[in-house]
């Protein structure tokens, strides 16, 4: 199901009855949203290229989209070919929609027009959503989860969401002094990678939805289960390969902070490069597919049952302080990356002092697959010297050597809250088209 827009209603609903600051009207909130799918944007590199990889039928990778005729009509030339960054992009049938959304409210969407204008073209194109299917959706509200990190507590989201792995680094970088590790040596990288591995092992084993399966999440995320798992970490030699999952997707991840202190860590995805491929007839909505993380085994712990939802990747964090005010907001799209790349931001501003700009901006790591690729290595940005590539590779490491700067690795951004001095600091990603912005 497309859950966004009652996630979006049902933030609203909270801001409005809790906030001092009751700030814009729903219907406001779109405005600007409408006016950039009705008057255009200029295409950026990432949609360029992406569009570029997606229909080039000579790519093994590419998943060809033109063969959906709203996907072409929507998202490409009249001649089939992709957008040219700085090209205007434009979307007149999502300004309608939003524009329904916005007079309307987010009902509408799930049992009005749109819910009837979606449905009718999933079925044409052989989908299985009904309008009962919408009618029944319903957002969740959900108490996070959390782990002491040194002086801090780290929140995360709990499943069906990968926060449990997110925290389990967390939960056994505690038992070593990750400080005293020299930032960007080959120490440093082996030990968040096999932290990493430790913590993919439970999430591969559990994670699913909790109301199908029972989740030791009390046990996952003890002092105790992280001693442990810290105990099975040879700093002279890498643990055996994960079994690798294809968490290839588009997502994004932003953050903010008003003036009244409000924190908001958000994650919104389609799931592949652009979801499904299938743009709703008259809607100029995109649906998703990350149902495919679902499983036909009926062993496995993610298979297909009605009314589940599947094991994702999504996962938004954020650090409180010992007064339980937030001091970090932090997160990432890229599949398996999301929680290696959360504890990369993690360790360099908690434990090396390290700007939130820098901490992005510093050569990063993917243990695991990404982007349709097949294979399960340790891929490192070509910034990190060959002295540590040479190291972590005779310890047992797969290395692989990418470029300097590659969106392979995630896009990311953090915004840090300094307490003491009322300073707020904002990162955006050089591997991506992220902006940190104030006004």
Do not use: C
């Not at 001092?20 to 799918?37: Q, S, V």
């Not at 030791?216 to 105990?231: I, N, R, V």
């Not at 340790?378 to 490491?397: C, N, P, W």
């Amino acid at each position: 199901m497309p859950g966004i827009v009652s996630g979006w209603d049902q933030a609203y609903q909270y801001a409005s009855g809790s906030m001092t600051n009751k700030g814009l009207a729903w219907k406001d909130l779109f405005n600007k949203p409408i006016m950039y799918a009705s008057q255009g944007f200029a295409v950026t590199p990432s949609l360029a290229r992406w569009e570029a990889i997606n229909t080039d039928t000579k790519d093994s990778v590419a998943r060809n989209l033109q063969r959906f005729d709203e996907f072409k009509r929507v998202y490409l030339k009249s001649d089939g070919s992709p957008y040219q960054v700085g090209d205007l992009f434009k979307q007149p049938d999502l300004a309608k929609t939003l524009d329904i959304i916005a007079t309307k409210g987010a009902k509408e969407f799930y049992q009005g027009s749109i819910a009837k204008a979606i449905v009718q073209d999933l079925q044409a194109n052989g989908g299985v959503l009904t309008l009962n299917d919408f009618k029944q959706h319903t957002a969740d509200w959900v108490d996070p989860l959390s782990v002491k990190y040194r002086q801090y507590t780290a929140y995360n989201l709990p499943p069906n969401t990968q926060g449990m792995a997110s925290l389990e680094i967390l939960n056994i970088l505690n038992n070593f002094n990750v400080s005293a590790i020299p930032e960007g040596s080959a120490d440093y990288y082996h030990l968040l990678v096999e932290a990493t591995k430790e913590a993919f092992i439970d999430r591969d084993k559990y994670l699913t939805d909790p109301k199908f399966s029972p989740i030791p999440l009390k046990f996952l995320l003890s002092e105790q289960h992280g001693k442990d798992q810290a105990q099975r970490i040879d700093m002279s030699k890498a643990a055996g390969k994960n079994p690798p999952l294809e968490p290839k997707g588009d997502t994004v991840w932003l953050g903010v902070i008003d003036k009244d202190g409000n924190a908001v860590s958000l994650i919104q995805s389609i799931y592949h490069d652009f979801g499904s491929a299938v743009v709703a007839k008259g809607t100029g909505v995109l649906l998703q597919n990350r149902g495919s993380f679902f499983s036909l085994d009926p062993n496995h712990v993610n298979h297909l049952e009605p009314k589940k939802r599947t094991f994702h990747t999504l996962n938004a964090a954020m650090m409180l302080d010992q007064n339980n005010q937030p001091v970090l907001i932090y997160g990432t799209m890229g599949g398996e990356g999301q929680p290696q790349t959360q504890a990369a931001i993690a360790t360099r501003v908690v434990d090396y002092g390290m700007s939130v700009q820098e901490a992005v901006a510093a050569p990063r790591w993917l243990y695991g697959r990404t982007w349709g690729a097949e294979s399960n290595t340790l891929k490192l940005e070509g910034r990190i010297t060959s002295d540590v590539a040479k190291t972590l590779k005779d310890r047992g490491q797969p290395v692989e050597i990418l470029d300097d700067y590659t969106d392979t690795m995630g896009h990311a951004g953090a915004i840090a809250i300094n307490r003491k001095t009322g300073v707020i600091s904002a990162a955006t990603d050089p591997r991506s088209d992220g902006l940190a912005a104030g006004y």
